[in-house]
């Protein structure tokens, strides 16, 4: 158990105000006042922030608007990361009274989230550098019920480097994505067996989610943007008779 408990929150009321203004140096700058560190060439649009601790936006870093983060101790948001709209980012607060560890969501570098995704970061959700949260509607649950004890505990989720899941997928506590592997649209990743470490540079997926077969080198993994260009394609598959 840490020693310190619950850290000071500057976003309460006041940041209300600032963190729903549109993207602006002058709300960057705001921010920044409030006690959150906002880099260089940061964007952040209207934005529902209730009883959080201290923002943390290294630069180049994008989160679009109408996203919600309620009752965090901690958001770290690395270099070039992206996040996309309508995102629900939450803690369960109580948890946060016997640890300043938890209630955190950690972004590495170049990490993305897209749209419309349920983030319960009760105790850390991990996002390592250059991995992605795809597709839309997926869960990530760090926090269980234990019915044989009658409490509720607290894990980490964890994506690897370089590793992206697909649309409405779930991660329970304590799960990982391994680096540079890839998760099927609607699977479900459960804690590994004690002493068991999944493989990388795998293709996952079921339920509960297992390696399926390797998977090769991708651009994608080596992407210098957190944006996916659109390319010229054959519309013919298109045509209506």
């Given at each position: 158990m840490s020693d310190t408990k619950?850290?000071?929150?500057?976003?309460t009321v006041l940041s209300l105000l600032f963190w729903l203004?549109?993207?602006?140096?002058?709300k960057n700058s705001a921010l920044r006042w409030l006690g959150n560190r906002v880099g260089?060439?940061?964007?952040?649009?209207?934005?529902?922030v209730l009883s959080c601790g201290r923002f943390s936006v290294d630069?180049?870093?994008?989160?679009?608007p109408f996203n919600v983060f309620r009752q965090l101790a901690t958001v770290k948001v690395g270099k070039k990361c992206f996040i996309g709209?309508?995102?629900q980012i939450t803690a369960a607060r109580d948890y946060q009274n016997f640890s300043d560890r938890v209630g955190m969501l950690l972004m590495e570098e170049q990490a993305a989230i897209t749209n419309r995704h349920y983030l319960d970061c009760s105790g850390q959700i991990i996002l390592q550098a250059y991995s992605g949260i795809g597709?839309?509607?997926?869960?990530f649950q760090s926090h269980e019920i234990d019915l044989a004890q009658n409490k509720t505990t607290v894990g980490r989720v964890v994506i690897g480097?370089?590793?992206?899941?697909?649309?409405?997928?779930?991660?329970?506590?304590?799960?990982?994505?391994?680096?540079?592997s890839v998760l099927a649209a609607g699977s479900i990743v459960v804690?590994?067996?004690?002493?068991?470490?999944?493989?990388?540079?795998?293709?996952?997926g079921g339920v509960p989610a297992k390696p399926i077969r390797p998977v090769e080198d991708a651009a994608w993994w080596h992407r210098e943007s957190y944006l996916t260009p659109v390319t010229p394609f054959d519309d013919e598959v298109f045509r209506l008779n």
């Open positions: 619950t850290p000071k929150r500057p976003n203004l549109p993207a602006s140096s002058f260089a060439d940061v964007t952040i649009g209207p934005t529902l630069d180049g870093a994008r989160i679009a709209s309508w995102n597709g839309i509607k997926s869960i480097e370089r590793a992206m899941t697909g649309t409405a997928v779930i991660m329970l506590k304590d799960s990982h994505l391994p680096d540079r804690k590994s067996k004690p002493g068991i470490e999944p493989p990388t540079d795998r293709l996952y």
